[in-house]
């Protein structure tokens, strides 16, 4: 055994990630799971089928490394069709072990000792993870609620944090956890930034088709400028509910994509090659099985906020993702992480203490997010469950 911690230093801070610790603890007290989002029904049966038919004919060896031919080619045609943006799928798109690993190999590839990544606080727990595996340094800029609760950013902390070290932004919307989708403005304001200080920007897309009432997702790639600086990630486990299926991808011009590349041929090396069947398969043919996910979604958006709001919880709705942010003030609480910790032993529902996304802590405070990707029944009960023993 080594005679100190054997974890190395950088990653001491990040202990066990939220998302497994507060599952394992619904699975513990038999609770309704509105913590880790994924949803509780299948994606569009033809793409299920299309895995299952993928396997049978021995698609069951290593896929060649940036991705099998048939998905990149899909995710180009998406780009294009979708926002206008032309990626060749021979030397600009990369197919990775879902949005999580590439994030992480682009940090790796791009990022060094002392380089400084900007992030907007709350952050997916991976970015921070990852950062410090890169030995770089995270400079969060608070997104706060604004007087209709839309949480948004000041355009002069984000120039604030910019600085001579910054070498990336990165970016993520829809934006889980608090559902902002960046506005037309907002990216334009992040594009000049990352114009100015000549620094690239890693977009986290995952939510691309996950947006409600008017809000469109806008990627920060077509902004003048940003597509020669932007490494463009997204990934299939949102798009199609197969959140276990972990096919994402990268698209960027050839010099990023390429050191992204360096870095995941050795990380993972390749994605399952079925499984990215089936993904080129549903890009190409279930759009329409998407739309009407998302329309649903919507509705369990209200549904869920609907109770919330009849349970005391103070709402901020989401335009995009499938999680709710909820303030517990109004119910006489300011400690909203305390709350969610206790919350499944108490009333038998599991959420997410908002907070653990922050530097600042003072900032996630009083917020919980509750994930509405779940059956009618599934909300319902968890809504019964939060009202009959609020505060
Ligand atoms: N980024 C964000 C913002 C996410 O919410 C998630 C997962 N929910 C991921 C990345 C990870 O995506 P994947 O499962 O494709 O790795
Ligand atoms: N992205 C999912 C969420 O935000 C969880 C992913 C995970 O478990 N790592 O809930």
Not at 79 to 95: A, C, F, I, K, M
Not at 280 to 286: R, V
Not at 374 to 389: F, G, H, M, N
Request: charged content about 20%; proline content about 7%.
């Amino acid at each position: 055994m080594p005679r100190t911690e054997p974890l190395v230093a950088r990653m001491r801070e990040f202990g066990t990630t939220i998302f497994a610790e507060m599952t394992a603890l619904a699975t513990r007290t038999g609770s309704v799971n509105l913590g880790q989002g994924f949803p509780d029904t299948d994606g569009p049966p033809s793409m299920l089928d299309a895995a299952c038919a993928a396997i049978r004919a021995g698609i069951n060896q290593y896929p060649p490394g940036p991705g099998m031919p048939a998905l990149r080619a899909a995710i180009a045609r998406q780009r294009t069709e979708r926002y206008g943006l032309d990626y060749d799928p021979d030397g600009e798109v990369l197919v990775t072990v879902g949005a999580t690993e590439a994030v992480a190999a682009s940090l790796l590839a791009l990022c060094g000792p002392g380089d400084e990544v900007v992030v907007f606080e709350p952050y997916y727990d991976s970015y921070a993870a990852s950062i410090a595996l890169a030995g770089a340094v995270r400079r969060p800029v608070t997104l706060r609620p604004d007087v209709d609760g839309r949480f948004t950013f000041d355009p002069a902390d984000l120039r604030a944090a910019v600085g001579p070290r910054t070498r990336a932004l990165l970016v993520n919307t829809p934006h889980n956890p608090t559902g902002t989708v960046f506005t037309r403005d907002e990216l334009a304001a992040i594009a000049q930034v990352c114009v100015d200080a000549d620094v690239i920007a890693i977009t986290d897309e995952v939510y691309e088709y996950l947006t409600f009432d008017d809000a469109t997702h806008i990627p920060l790639a077509t902004y003048p400028g940003m597509r020669e600086r932007t490494v463009s990630i997204s990934s299939a486990g949102k798009t199609f509910s197969v959140t276990g299926w972990k096919i994402g991808w990268v698209c960027a011009p050839v010099a990023l994509r390429g050191a992204v590349q360096a870095v995941k041929q050795f990380t993972t090396f390749t994605a399952n090659g079925a499984l990215q069947l089936a993904v080129a398969h549903a890009l190409d043919n279930e759009m329409p099985w998407v739309e009407g996910n998302r329309a649903a979604l919507q509705t369990k958006r209200d549904r869920l906020a609907a109770g919330l709001r009849g349970g005391g919880f103070g709402v901020h709705l989401p335009a995009g993702t499938y999680f709710v942010q909820a303030d517990v003030r109004p119910l006489g609480i300011d400690d909203a992480a305390g709350y969610a910790w206790a919350l499944p032993e108490r009333v038998g529902v599991a959420a997410i203490p908002t907070e653990v996304f922050y530097d600042d802590k003072a900032a996630g405070r009083p917020f919980v997010r509750f994930a509405f990707c779940k059956r009618d029944e599934v909300i319902d009960d968890a809504v019964r469950r939060l009202t009959s023993a609020p505060g």
